[in-house]
């Protein structure tokens, strides 16, 4: 694929978000995140716009926003604006931030409701046992400092 975000052979076809592969000016590629899904998904529908219009493509540029991961209940880490936040607050951030991010008066409100039903009931939507490559989970390996 081309940095324009299409097919080299077909121009007409855009590959954005996880199905992507990217690398930035530093010769990383881009992460599988949402940010990058979302501003790739912008910029192929701006190229339509501008192809329209007989302008160029024009590369995509990754505007990197920051990082943040929920760790456990009420705590994050969050590095925003060059700043690392962690703890109670970086948890209200990621909460805040991910539900003005959604689309939609109506997906916000599910996606709230939702957190609120799991955050009152203790349940986990999502949950990820890391194993590696000995097959050992990361609960079975040595303790670790974080
Ligand atoms: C468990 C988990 C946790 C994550 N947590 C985060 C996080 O905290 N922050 C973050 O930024 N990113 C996170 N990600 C990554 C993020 O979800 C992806 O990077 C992002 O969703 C990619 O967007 P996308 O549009 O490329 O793909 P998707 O969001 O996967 O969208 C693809 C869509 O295409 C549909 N589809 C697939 N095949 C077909 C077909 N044949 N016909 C029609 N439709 C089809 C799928 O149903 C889906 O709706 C997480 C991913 C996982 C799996």
Redesign the pocket.
Known sequence: MTPALHLVEHPEVFV????AYLEGPDGTPYP??????MQQ?EHAARTVIDRLHGRPDRPFEYDDLGMM?VVGRNAAVARLFGRDIQGFVAWVLWLVIHVAKLIGFRNRALVLVNWAWNYISFRRA?R?LIVGTDGRSDRESAPRSI
């Open positions: 954005i978000g996880d199905a599988q995140v949402a940010q990058v899904a998904g991961a999502v990820l």
